[in-house]
């Protein structure tokens, strides 16, 4: 009989489970932008899908970059938090308060992670611990 491989030994032997929810984040996030596709061709509305496949582009990416360890996804990643960081402090302070928060708590927390050195070390970016 032959032996079929595990799910986990698929995947890269430096991913952390940090980084693993994080990735499961991002693609339960394009997962949901998947839906907007569906709604705005259900609707005839164009823009709303267009928008909405933009969007899961921007998550589902990075994400399966980030699986497979590529520096690049962690780079963009980063920057793409950052910037929903920004964003949240605009929309804390000028529309929402709870939408701020439910946009900058996440991504400043995977912010916070891919620049951690344990991230970094994951990445090669760092030597290893003995």
Do not use: Q
Not at 69 to 79: D, F, I, M, T, Y
């Amino acid at each position: 009989m032959i032996d079929k491989p595990s799910l986990w030994s698929m995947l890269h032997p430096n991913l952390t489970a940090r980084l693993l929810i994080v990735i499961i984040f991002l693609l339960l996030i394009a997962v949901g932008y998947a839906f907007g596709i569906y709604d705005g061709l259900v609707h005839n509305d164009t823009t709303a899908a267009l928008n909405s496949f933009a969007a899961l582009l921007l998550y589902a990416i990075p994400a399966f970059g980030l699986l497979k360890l590529k520096r690049w996804a962690r780079l963009v990643e980063l920057v793409l938090s950052i910037v929903f960081v920004i964003i949240g402090f605009i929309v804390m302070f000028g529309y929402s308060m709870t939408m701020g928060i439910i946009t900058i708590v996440p991504h400043g927390l995977i912010a916070m992670y891919l620049l951690s050195d344990d991230c970094r070390r994951a990445f090669g970016l760092l030597a290893k611990r003995d």
